[in-house]
């Protein structure tokens, strides 16, 4: 079992409308979580970190934590063709400093 | 402007013949660390380094090696590379335990 796993997709959602990304962990000792976006051949951006379960909201996104499911979402609100990405869930794993990275979810928000 | 400079962006060498990736912050961070990414398995870490001198093995460290002799530098070295670690590498750091600066990235082929 992946330390930290994603549905690879493609998602797709239409403009404006409410993209929710999921991803699972299996490490239940790991307490950071972190959702990037990468655009194809870029670097990833940090888009939101989230420590405790619960919402945590900053403009159009929102990360959800579960710890007790041990899983992580964000819903992007109003999506816009430019939100189209790969979306990367991460999480501090093995107890220490190691960040371990979701294989990620290609979202597509179509016209 | 703040920023994680890697050098070179891109590189194509023969398999055995060592190379040297370099990676440098002017933030100050404490925290640095090496990624690769490759298609259908994400961003992996290689190594991290919390502080001069103290370095730690990610998920993937196996023919590479790391060093962090001053703050604002860490290379990744590949003593003899192979074929295998053709990939897009990554160096990100930042003050604490959320990665949010990331290099532009360096493409790497081993022929």
């Known amino acids: 079992q992946k330390e930290v796993e994603q549905n690879s997709g493609p998602l797709s959602v239409p403009e404006g409308a409410i993209a929710s990304l999921n991803c699972t962990y299996s490490?239940?000792?790991?307490?950071?979580f972190f959702w990037y976006r990468q655009y194809s051949g870029k670097s990833p951006e940090l888009i939101m970190f989230?420590?405790?379960?619960g919402d945590k909201e900053d403009g159009r996104f929102t990360a959800q934590l579960n710890k007790a499911s041990q899983y992580v979402s964000l819903l992007i609100r109003d999506s816009q063709p430019s939100d189209s990405a790969t979306y990367l869930c991460?999480?501090?794993?093995?107890?220490?400093?190691?960040?371990?990275f979701g294989t990620g979810t290609q979202l597509k928000v179509e016209l | 402007e703040a920023q994680v400079t890697q050098n070179p962006r891109y590189l194509i060498t023969v398999t055995g013949k060592k190379l040297t990736v370099t990676c440098s912050q002017n933030?100050?961070?404490?925290?640095m660390s090496w990624y690769r990414q490759d298609p259908g398995l994400g961003l992996r870490q290689i190594y991290y380094?919390?502080?001069?001198?103290?370095?730690d093995k990610g998920d993937v460290p196996e023919g590479y090696k790391v060093s962090r002799k001053e703050k604002r530098n860490f290379p990744l070295i590949l003593e003899s590379p192979s074929p295998n670690q053709t990939s897009l590498y990554f160096c990100?750091?930042?003050?604490?335990?959320?990665?949010?600066?990331f290099g532009q990235g360096t493409r790497l082929t081993v022929v």
């Open positions: 490490d239940r000792g790991s307490q950071s």
């Open positions: 990100a750091s930042s003050p604490n335990l959320v990665i949010a600066f």
């Open positions: 380094s919390m502080n001069v001198e103290v370095t």
């Open positions: 991460a999480a501090f794993t093995g107890g220490g400093n190691k960040l371990t």
């Open positions: 989230i420590y405790s379960n």
């Open positions: 933030m100050n961070h404490e925290y």
